[in-house]
């Protein structure tokens, strides 16, 4: 079973630069090259709720009826003993994949060739061979150099199958060379990308870490207990494998309730999967079925997914345009764009949960709900627009029965092969449209069966076959094709689809990430509403969005209720971003839940520590908070955990030369350079440092370098470009921007500089073209003004 990535570092919005209404004005065009570079990588974590508000006294009333509680936490037990009460369940359970998921690595566990055999890929040999009873692996290391290690735990089994190394000091990495189960061969999961000692994927690094990224999800009751003072592992788990409490919760309460029948509120368990509510089972799997960043060791049961948790939006990194999976992201995300998900419908509606296997043959799964009846034969799902059609035919699926293309999955559960071969369908349970797809470059089901002329013939065809009225207002994808591409229409579009009151929470969360490129009074308004909408994710990136817009001061009296949020991941966004506003003492009778819940953010850093951004992010909080005596060690423990983790060492070099070390700032980044050459950050800093050195000429060679490295980064781009015009390189700066508005037109800051260059070197017809433009846009931009 493929490990699971948890996306555990994200980076925070970038410093507001623009403010609505009297607090939305233009950059500053010099201060990119007079301040540091700052870099915000925040995660987040659990800590207790705040305590709710002491009530009014009432008149008295009659008491209600006791409601059954459990009388101590629960705690986690020996599996062996549920077995005797529900062995229909552990029938099904064994040999499945969440049995499976982590196993010791013996003789009956491997399934790789590990009789001495060679593999070569990306430049490296690693060989697999046998001691006895235990499996070894000779391969480079963090050095570079081959080493003997030994296979301490297999990973999965279908389709391919991982192992885990013990390199010591408690850490397991995951080796990056697989065994295919099912063509039975070694394979590279990287192949073709010159994953080798030195890059960030190589099975040595942070990155491929298992106590972090992976055993979470493959073992039942897992703590990675970390030790920051030495920097080692002592990871413990209740069991290998997910087994019954991993989803369940705890059972010692639950063994008591069997022995006296008690009070014990669900059967002695925290946690209720049959619950009405199908957001408690959906977030149940979500915990490993969702690309999310961890907020502390572990979850609690009885929690929402977003008090230990925080998963990512529907990014451009992440997914297509229209939702459809992209990178590895798992099923939670797409599922949640459903109408399925809409619908009421839940994960064990269609997946018998302890077996993992599909409920029924073929596409009998999808007539439970999509039958010539049309009604739904699942409890608790909302069958209202259901239509009596013969779904499992030739003249809805139009392809031969048992040939591609006949099944439901086929057309609307289009998939990829993630880590080399492992095929995972898509869960948004989308229509396929060949021609939408074309023009919005979105992957189709058909297209992908159909390609060259054969896709041109069936985009015909399907127009013919498709009898769905034309819809009444643009659709989500169109919007964010128009938003994303800085077209004009784009900022309209952008806040229709956020007055909309069907769309999907994480269609809104997603939408609301785009607004800062498209500031008005209107847009403003709108991400106000949604502070206040009923799903967590929406109100954190309502959150993230405010702050883009205002500046500290101004943001306070928006954001403070949040800090009182009933979901975790919410109030450790608010207080993160009032952090400006309580330093100048600006919360007032808020302060005090700032205080809890920024203790919350620092208790989540310290719970990541094994990690070089947690170490970054408890440094800038530090800073910010006037602890100074404690950022320099932090950041140097963030380069400790990962020195290639280039955002800490810039940060270090930074802070070294803000209080007077300039000349062992200048070595740190020279030495680094020296190693790094090709790393673009290192470069741009490199020339900021000397531009405010006073040495404007010597920087135009690493910022170009940077420029060139990464050339799709907007703010490397930029900064060049307003050097080169501080220089009187007029015409290479508007040449710069130029070329940065062609792949991103909805730069807003290259746009603005750009008229403003145009204006002071004489060219206001070139001015007025963008300025027009910009106005097609987004009329409201109060820049305009």
Same mark, same amino acid.
């Given at each position: ?11 925070? #919005? @970038? ?57 101590? #936490? ?13 062995? @229909? ?37 690693? *060989? ?35 192992? +885990? ?43 491929? $870490? ?62 209720? +999967? ?88 073929? $596409? ?122 800085? !077209? #004009? ?14 769309? #999907?929470?994480?269609?809104? /969360? ?10 008005? @009074? %209107? ?31 101004? *943001? ?26 309580? *330093? ?25 520590? @094994? ?6 992010? +408890?440094?800038?909080?530090? %800073? ?58 290192? %470069?741009?800093? *490199? ?45 290479? /700066? ?9 792949? !991103? ?41």
């Amino acid at each position: 079973m493929p490990k699971h990535k948890n996306n555990a570092a994200q980076p925070a #919005p @970038e410093a507001s630069r623009s403010a609505v209404s009297k607090y939305l004005f233009p950059v500053a065009i010099g201060v990119l090259l007079a301040a540091a570079l700052g870099i915000g990588w925040f995660l987040f974590s659990p800590a207790p709720a705040p305590a709710p508000p002491a009530q009014a006294k009432a008149p008295v009333q009659v008491a209600p009826a006791p409601q059954p509680v459990a009388s101590a #936490p629960a705690t986690m037990i020996d599996e062996q003993q549920c077995q005797a009460c529900h062995s @229909e369940q552990v029938k099904d359970w064994q040999g499945s994949h969440h049995q499976l998921a982590m196993q010791v690595a013996q003789a009956n566990t491997v399934l790789g060739d590990f009789s001495n055999v060679t593999f070569k890929a990306e430049k490296e040999t690693t *060989r697999f061979s046998r001691r006895g009873d235990e499996f070894w692996v000779n391969a480079p290391g963090i050095d570079g150099k081959n080493a003997n290690f030994k296979v301490a735990y297999t990973f999965g089994i279908a389709p391919l199958q991982q192992y +885990l190394i013990d390199v010591g000091e408690g850490r397991l990495q995951a080796l990056g060379v697989a065994w295919d189960s099912e063509k039975n061969r070694w394979f590279h999961l990287y192949p073709g990308q010159g994953v080798n000692f030195k890059n960030p994927l190589h099975w040595s690094k942070p990155s491929q $870490n298992a106590n972090f990224m992976c055993i979470e999800c493959h073992t039942t009751g897992f703590k990675r207990n970390f030790d920051a003072a030495s920097n080692t592992f002592k990871s413990q788990w209740n069991s290998l494998g997910v087994g019954c409490q991993a989803c369940h919760g705890p059972a010692s309460s639950h063994l008591e309730w069997t022995q006296k029948k008690g009070d014990l509120i669900h059967k002695g368990f925290d946690v209720d +999967l049959k619950d009405k509510d199908a957001t408690v089972e959906i977030e149940t799997c979500a915990r490993c079925h969702a690309r999310r960043a961890p907020l502390g060791d572990g979850f609690t049961v009885g929690k929402r997914l977003m008090d230990d948790y925080l998963p990512s939006t529907l990014t451009r990194e992440l997914y297509a345009l229209d939702g459809k999976i992209k990178d590895e992201v798992f099923e939670h995300g797409s599922f949640l764009q459903s109408k399925m998900f809409d619908k009421g419908v839940r994960c064990s509606n269609c997946h018998n949960p302890h077996s993992n296997e599909l409920k029924a043959p073929g $596409n009998a799964v999808c007539l439970q709900c999509h039958n010539p009846a049309g009604k739904t034969s699942l409890e608790g799902v909302d069958g209202k627009g259901l239509q009596a059609k013969h779904y499992d035919s030739p003249e809805h699926t139009r392809h031969t029965p048992g040939q591609p293309g006949s099944q439901c999955v086929d057309c609307h559960m289009p998939g990829k092969f993630y880590m080399g071969n492992d095929w995972r369908h898509d869960h948004s349970f989308s229509i396929p449209d060949p021609e939408r797809a074309q023009k919005l470059g979105t992957p189709d089901a058909c297209l992908s069966c159909h390609q060259g002329k054969a896709g041109a013939k069936v985009t015909e065809q399907f127009k013919l076959w498709s009898t769905s009225p034309a819809p009444q207002a643009r659709r989500y994808d169109d919007s964010l094709w128009l938003i994303r591409n800085g !077209q #004009p229409g784009a900022a309209d579009a952008l806040l229709a689809q956020l007055q909309r009151s069907d769309l #999907p929470a994480i269609q809104r /969360a997603t939408l609301l990430a785009e607004l800062p490129l498209y500031p008005s @009074e %209107q847009a403003l308004k709108l991400a106000t509403q949604d502070l206040k909408h009923p799903e967590p994710q929406v109100r954190d990136s309502a959150v993230r969005a405010i702050s883009a817009f205002l500046p500290p001061p101004a *943001r306070a009296p928006l954001l403070a209720p949040l800090l009182n949020d009933p979901v975790k991941a919410v109030r450790i966004v608010a207080a993160r971003d009032l952090l400006g506003a309580a *330093r100048n003492n600006g919360l007032g009778a808020a302060q005090a839940n700032w205080d809890v819940a920024i203790g919350e953010y620092e208790a989540v850093q310290k719970s990541l520590l @094994e990690r070089a951004e947690a170490n970054l992010n +408890l440094a800038m909080l530090y %800073q910010a908070s006037g602890r100074s005596a404690e950022v320099e060690a932090l950041l140097r423990s963030a380069l400790q955990r990962d020195p290639d983790f280039y955002p800490a060492l810039v940060t270090l070099a930074q802070w070294l030369e803000a209080n007077g070390r300039a000349r062992e700032a200048q070595t740190l980044l020279d030495d680094s350079l020296k190693q790094h050459p090709e790393a673009a950050l290192l %470069q741009h800093t *490199r020339g900021l440092s000397l531009i405010r050195a006073g040495q404007s000429a010597e920087a135009m060679a690493p910022l170009r370098k940077a420029a060139q490295l990464e050339p799709h980064n907007a703010q490397y781009g930029y900064v060049l470009a307003v050097a080169l015009h501080e220089s009187g390189k007029v015409d290479e /700066a508007c040449a710069i921007l130029e070329g940065l508005l062609k792949v !991103q037109p909805a730069n807003r800051n290259a746009r603005l500089s750009l008229i403003q260059y145009y204006l002071d070197s004489g060219q206001e017809p070139k001015a007025q073209v963008l300025l027009q433009g910009w106005k097609k846009i987004n009329m409201g931009d109060p820049a305009l003004k």
